[in-house]
């Protein structure tokens, strides 16, 4: 059975730091893009990073840019998004997903175009 299980959200102040993990079950994924997305009230959800499959490469959304750092484990099966210099409108709920396409650019960051796996989604909020 194929499964992602993203974890590592809470409550940070401004200007802190979260690491979120998404570990895999099912398959591995290093044959797989793998991409972070966000969702806040109100709003829809939008790509953060990805890294794709078979090159590794990553690409981050401008608002993530020098303040987020995608990673993966392969020996763990899991994919990181460190994230620092948290701020406010960085709250939302953050969802992992998987798909075996080679995706490069924004293709890469685009929720639709990931159909094998989600993960549930962990709150991250950002407040003083």
């Known amino acids: 059975q194929v499964q992602l299980v993203a974890s590592g959200g809470g409550l940070v102040q401004p200007g802190g730091s979260l690491r979120l993990s998404c570990a895999a079950s099912?398959?591995?994924?290093?044959?797989?893009?793998i991409g972070w997305f966000r969702q806040a009230p109100g709003k829809e959800r939008e790509g953060v990073s990805c890294?794709?499959?078979?090159?590794?490469?990553?690409y981050y959304a401008d608002f993530a840019k020098g303040r987020f750092t995608i990673s993966r484990d392969n020996a763990k099966n899991t994919v990181y998004l460190q994230m620092n210099s948290l701020k406010p409108e960085d709250t939302a709920v953050y969802y992992c997903?998987?798909?075996?396409?080679?995706?490069?650019?924004?293709?890469?960051?685009?929720?639709?175009?990931?159909?094998?796996?989600w993960g549930q989604g962990t709150l991250v909020t950002v407040s003083s």
């Open positions: 099912g398959f591995t994924l290093d044959y797989y893009a």
């Open positions: 997903a998987a798909d075996p396409t080679y995706y490069s650019g924004s293709y890469c960051l685009r929720a639709y175009n990931y159909r094998e796996a």
């Open positions: 890294i794709s499959s078979r090159d590794g490469r990553t």
